[in-house]
């Protein structure tokens, strides 16, 4: 079974600033999908970025970037210039590739991100 | 495009009672996926439905049931509440049109259900 570990419960930036949540991950495929999500007091969870495993290339979105290491299974995003409305809980997520997997997501604990201005 | 839509959105039951939470999808999915969240076991799959069939489980009691009509819209219903069960219940679809599994799923913003 794959697990997902944040090691980060809490973590504050300065607005404005750069910050990194980590993110590390236990599988034995070598095809799948990472994921970050952002929930913000609404609840309702939104997807920041996607990593495909068979993509050497770091995915970015805007202000969002990711640094996908497979081989040491780290999967970090980076939050530039951040904001006020970057406030939220970040959950890192694992999603097999295999069509027996569906679309079951595997999330972390989470990472609960503080913005000051 | 409408999002995903959970209802109700709050919902407080007594223990030993059974609720029923619902979920409709993005118009054109057929695959819907539920998820309990709580403050101590975190964001856990509870099943996902694709075509009206069950195509994975998570690892929760019997209690814990589903189903999905033909419109895609999906049921969850949970059967003898205990207060573990009080927990925020998030629904999520994707898009694809056939069992490949999406690049994407989108979240509903959930019911929040407490048992007392």
């Known amino acids: 079974a794959q697990t997902v570990t944040q090691s980060q419960p809490e973590m504050s930036v300065q607005e404005a600033e750069t910050v990194t949540l980590s993110c590390t991950y236990d599988?034995?495929?070598?095809?799948?999908?990472l994921f970050w999500y952002k929930q913000p007091p609404s609840r309702q969870m939104i997807l920041v970025i996607r990593?495909?495993?068979?993509?050497?290339q770091n995915a970015t979105e805007n202000r969002f970037s990711v640094n996908f290491q497979k081989a040491a299974k780290s999967f970090s995003l980076k939050i530039s210039d951040s904001q006020l409305g970057d406030a939220a809980m970040y959950f890192c997520?694992?999603?097999?590739?295999?069509?027996?997997?569906?679309?079951?997501?595997?999330f972390g604990g989470g990472t609960r991100l503080m913005v000051k201005p | 495009k409408a999002g995903v839509t959970q209802t109700p959105r709050y919902l407080i039951k007594t223990r030993g009672q059974q609720v029923t939470l619902s979920c409709s999808p993005i118009?054109?999915?057929?695959?819907v996926s539920w998820y309990q969240q709580t403050p101590g076991q975190g964001l856990q799959f509870l099943f996902e439905?694709?075509?009206?069939?069950?195509?994975n489980k998570g690892n929760f009691p019997g209690r814990f049931s589903g189903r999905q009509f033909s419109n895609s819209r999906s049921e969850m219903n949970v059967s003898t509440l205990e207060l573990g069960d009080s927990a925020l219940y998030l629904c999520?679809?994707?898009?694809?049109?056939?069992?490949?599994?999406?690049?994407?799923?989108?979240f509903g913003q959930g019911t929040r259900l407490t048992v007392v």
């Open positions: 999520a679809s994707s898009g694809r049109q056939d069992p490949r599994p999406s690049t994407e799923a989108f």
């Open positions: 599988t034995s495929e070598s095809d799948y999908y």
């Open positions: 990593q495909e495993a068979y993509k050497q």
């Open positions: 997520a694992y999603r097999s590739a295999g069509i027996d997997a569906g679309n079951m997501l595997t």
């Open positions: 118009s054109g999915h057929r695959s």
């Open positions: 439905y694709f075509s009206e069939t069950q195509r």
